[in-house]
């Protein structure tokens, strides 16, 4: 199972809004609505930021949004601010009982 | 408060053996499908493999099948991940998580595995 394609960095000014695209294939993002997004910063676990596409757990902002067109999922991120610079992973059921991360994208906040 | 602690990790030898533990409170683990997901050194995650709540269902990554075997005892709340012939590549931080609404949702803080002669 190949890894989804996120672009390796991404970068905005603080009040701004980015967006972080993964890329992957009908038999994985296109073809099932349970991609999520992970928020890591350095030496921590992962945080889950969004799930089933677009839904967004208790206590993730608002800033945050997810969604989906054919094989390529977003992440956007509004209203940025500096402590959202930091390392960002999507990941997608792909069936079989197989999952698969995206290769991750760095946030700069300029 | 939920709480998954993983445990076990340490230096081994190539083609060695080690088997983590993944501690869990703060909520029914037997209701719970749990994942074990990996991050080798300043590389993305990986996912490595799932259990299904009673221990039933177990499945794997191609990168692992046949060499690791997932486990849990739902009476000791308690997720296992034997890992044998250990290759420089399975070098990672191991983390164990809670899966729930397709997604991981808690995170143990992880456990290094380093392999190396």
């Known amino acids: 199972q190949s890894a989804l394609t996120q672009p390796r960095s991404v970068s905005g000014s603080p009040g701004q809004s980015v967006t972080i695209s993964c890329t992957g294939t009908s038999s994985d993002v296109g073809g099932h609505n349970y991609v999520s997004w992970y928020q890591q910063h350095p030496g921590k676990a992962p945080k889950l930021m969004i799930y089933?596409?677009?839904k967004r757990p208790s206590g993730v902002p608002d800033r945050f949004s997810g969604s989906k067109s054919g094989n390529t999922a977003s992440l956007t991120i509004s209203g940025l601010r500096a402590e959202d610079e930091t390392d960002y992973y999507c990941?997608?059921?792909?069936?079989?009982?197989?999952?698969?991360f995206g290769g991750g994208t760095k946030l700069t906040v300029l | 408060e939920v709480q998954l602690v993983e445990s076990g990790g340490g230096l081994v030898q190539p083609g060695g053996s080690l088997r983590l533990s993944c501690a869990a409170s703060g909520f029914t683990f037997s209701n719970f499908a749990m994942h074990w997901v990996r991050q080798a050194p300043g590389k993305g995650l990986e996912y490595v493999s799932a259990i299904s709540t009673n221990g039933g269902g177990t499945y794997y990554a191609n990168s692992v099948k046949g060499r690791f075997t997932i486990s849990r005892d739902n009476s000791k709340n308690t997720l296992y991940l034997q890992m044998g012939s250990l290759r420089a590549e399975d070098m990672a931080v191991y983390y164990c998580?809670?899966?729930?609404?397709?997604?991981?949702?808690?995170w143990g803080q992880g456990t290094l595995v380093t392999v190396s002669s």
């Open positions: 998580a809670r899966y729930s609404d397709s997604s991981y949702g808690y």
């Open positions: 089933d596409v677009s």
């Open positions: 990941c997608s059921y792909a069936g079989s009982y197989t999952w698969v």
